[in-house]
Nanobody, 124 residues
Framework: QVQLRESGGGLVQPGGSLRLSCAAS????????MAWFRQTPSKVREFVGACKWSGLITEYGEAVKGRFAISTDNVRNTVYLQMNNLKPTDTAVYYCAASLDKNNYNRPGAYEYWGQGTQVTVSS
């Protein structure tokens, strides 16, 4: 019912910035939360941030607070992740997700729909 497609990943130097996009299609009005997660080969998928389409609620994981920001464009049905002051430890595959669940916004299991992921590499 909902399709998601990420874009905007790439190689960036430490301290640099990137903006990721997640284009949503289908019955997006059924979704409660939109979120970003990230995953490295060495650890479990990690919560990055979540929001509602209205923008009234925005939540972030502790590792990215103050550096990353989620925003929405309801006309384009697109969610953005602005990443500033990037660190090598931010290197990961970043996924967007959509949830029908009103609870557990920071848990991967709460999300029914996922994009294919986009690689972000932070290196000199």
């Amino acid at each position: 019912q909902v399709q998601l497609r990420e874009s905007g990943g790439g190689l960036v130097q430490p301290g640099g910035s990137l903006r990721l996009s997640c284009a949503a299609s289908g019955r997006t009005t059924d979704t409660t939360f939109m979120a970003w997660f990230r995953q490295t080969p060495s650890k479990v998928r990690e919560f990055v941030g979540a929001c509602k389409w209205s923008g009234l609620i925005t939540e972030y994981g502790e590792a990215v607070k103050g550096r990353f920001a989620i925003s929405t464009d309801n006309v384009r049905n697109t969610v953005y992740l602005q990443m500033n002051n990037l660190k090598p430890t931010d290197t990961a595959v970043y996924y967007c997700a959509a949830s029908l669940d009103k609870n557990n916004y920071n848990r991967p299991g709460a999300y029914e729909y996922w994009g294919q992921g986009t690689q972000v590499t932070v290196s000199s």
